[in-house]
């Protein structure tokens, strides 16, 4: 399934936990109306779903693999990544994940850094980030942006490596970081950014 949290009170009209329902029961949920009654009666999406959807729009996917406590990272990939490679090029597919054997399994499920994107999750990069990044042959780094510094951020791409940050809603306040060489803004709303994009004809101040 396709879902956040590992719970499902925040985004349902149900509780408890996502992993201890079977998917008829998860597809029961009301999944919409909490955000708006615009959106009454949506349904949670499985993974397949979700991918068909992406490549009827054409759209590229940065597909995290969320492993909460005492799931198997292993079982996730193994059954996750092979649908997300087969839907779509590796040119629309970014694989991320803060869980290192997540990322560990991926790599060894594809070997090729050409076929397979992988993003290294931070809140805040740790000392070992360039020897983390270069173990999964990563793409990217995705970092929270209330926590990265200039220093930190230049070093990312004099490295090499993509940059991307999350999770951003106020395009004002994270215009300081356009300078540093972020690449991407990981936001809820990416239409905030519109106008706000590096090298914008329209850049509002």
């Not at 999944?31 to 949506?42: I, K, L, N, R, Y």
């Not at 959807?53 to 059954?79: H, P």
Request: include cysteine; glycine fraction near 6%; charged fraction near 30%.
């Amino acid at each position: 399934m396709i879902w956040h949290d590992n719970g499902v009170r925040r985004c349902s009209n149900n509780r408890g936990k996502l992993a201890k329902l079977d998917l008829a029961k998860a597809k029961a949920l009301d999944v919409g109306t909490w955000f708006s009654a615009d959106f009454q009666g949506e349904r949670m999406a499985t993974l397949e779903e979700m991918l068909a959807l992406i490549g009827e729009l054409g759209l590229g996917l940065n597909l995290e693999l969320k492993v909460n406590r005492g799931r198997d990272a292993l079982a996730l990939v193994d059954t996750a990544l092979p649908m997300a490679l087969r839907a779509l090029p590796a040119d629309r597919l970014i694989v991320s994940s803060f869980n290192q054997e997540a990322l560990e399994a991926a790599r060894r499920l594809e070997s090729d850094a050409q076929r397979l994107r992988l993003g290294v999750l931070y809140e805040k990069p740790t000392r070992q980030w360039y020897q983390e990044a270069e173990r999964f042959a990563a793409y990217s780094l995705h970092v929270d942006w209330r926590r990265l510094k200039e220093k930190r951020a230049r070093e990312i791409k004099e490295a090499g490596y993509q940059l991307f940050c999350y999770t951003a809603n106020d395009p004002v306040a994270f215009a300081r970081l356009w300078p540093w060489g972020v690449d991407a803004v990981i936001s809820d709303d990416p239409s905030l950014f519109e106008h706000h994009l590096p090298g914008s004809s329209h850049q509002r101040p």
